[in-house]
Structures are given as structure tokens and as C-alpha cells.
């Protein structure tokens, strides 16, 4: 219970700067990512789901809201399939944790989120993409006319990622002998 009490502030704090971060235009400079795959890496038990699930349940109503948009958009089905993704890198990261093992996880985790969101956006924003191989590769590099490169978006997460994933794993550690023991089962705690 410890542990939990320890996330309320630092997910508060995780939430609004995600919030704040949309809000000033820091492209994709979010702490969800790191938030979901170092929970599920580092919690036990209901919290490893909890923590994530409210983040992401909490701040994106508030982004639609702030852009303009719908509840919920196809383009966001990229993102859920992006986190998604996490499980297996959770997987993978709780077998012998280390510290530079988690860092790897959190990078391959922001070229996986990159690859998958934006393979989603070629796909569901017809309207800024070609259907072509071309208008796949500009949905990966270069992004849609008049909007910026999407590798910044590749960049800013990388970033995020590092440093949020710090934050976590500083923000538990008084809470853990290092880390999680040696399990490999993410549904059970």
C-alpha cells in the first residue's frame, strides 16, 4: 500500500504536465509511455494496471477537450495498440531487471509506440496521407504537408520516455529491495 500512496503525487504530477505539455505545444512530450511500461514492470498485482489506465483514462478527455475533438477518434486506437505493445517489453524487462536494461526497454518501447501510431495515422487520416508507399513513408518520417516532420515526434517521446522512466523508478525505489522480484506473470501479483 505503500507504494500506491507513493504514486497518487507523482501520478498528479505525471498528469498535469502531460496536460500543460499539450497544452504549450511540446510536441508529444508525454510521460504515459513511460508511465505504462515501467508500471507494468514495477507495480504489483491491481496497481500495475491502475496506474496507466488512470493516467490515460484521466488526461485524454481533458487533450480531446483542448483540441477540439471527439471522446474518442480512430486515430486513437494507434495509441491503445501502442501501449499495448508495452506487455511484451514488461515481459521482457521483469526477467533480470537492471537499470540499462530498463532504459533499452523504455527506447524500444518509443520506436514501437512511433512505428504503430503512425502506421495507424496512414491509415485512418485519409485525408493528409496517399495511399502509397510514399504516403507510408511520409507518415514515418517527414509527416502530413504543413504539419512538421514526424521524427520529432520519434525524438520527443525517446526523450520523454528516459526521463519519465527515471522519475518512476526514482519515485519507487525507497519502496523496493531493487526493483521487481523475478517474475514473469504480469496478471498476477
Do not use: H
Not at 480512430?74 to 514488461?90: R, S
Amino acid at each position: 500500500m505503500n507504494r500506491m500512496v507513493s504514486m497518487i503525487p507523482l501520478l498528479a504530477l505525471l498528469l498535469l504536465f502531460r496536460c500543460l505539455g499539450a497544452w504549450q505545444g511540446w510536441a508529444n512530450f508525454s510521460p504515459l509511455p513511460a508511465v505504462m511500461l515501467m508500471s507494468l514492470v514495477c507495480l504489483q498485482g491491481w496497481q500495475r494496471w491502475l496506474v496507466p489506465l488512470l493516467a490515460w483514462v484521466l488526461s485524454d478527455p481533458l487533450l480531446n477537450l483542448w483540441y477540439g475533438q471527439k471522446l474518442l477518434v480512430l486515430d486513437q486506437w494507434g495509441m491503445v495498440l501502442g501501449l499495448g505493445l508495452m506487455l511484451p517489453l514488461a515481459f521482457w524487462l521483469r526477467r533480470d531487471f537492471s537499470l540499462p536494461k530498463a532504459l533499452l526497454g523504455l527506447l524500444l518501447g518509443s520506436f514501437s509506440f512511433y512505428f504503430v501510431t503512425n502506421t495507424v495515422s496512414f491509415f485512418a487520416l485519409v485525408d493528409l496521407y496517399p495511399r502509397s508507399w510514399q504516403g507510408f513513408e511520409q507518415a514515418q518520417w517527414s509527416g502530413p504537408v504543413g504539419f512538421g516532420p514526424t521524427w520529432i515526434f520519434l525524438r520527443n517521446s525517446c526523450s520523454a520516455n528516459i526521463l519519465f522512466g527515471a522519475i518512476f523508478l526514482l519515485a519507487i525505489r525507497p519502496f523496493s529491495s531493487y526493483l521487481p522480484a523475478r517474475r514473469t506473470s504480469l496478471i498476477e501479483g
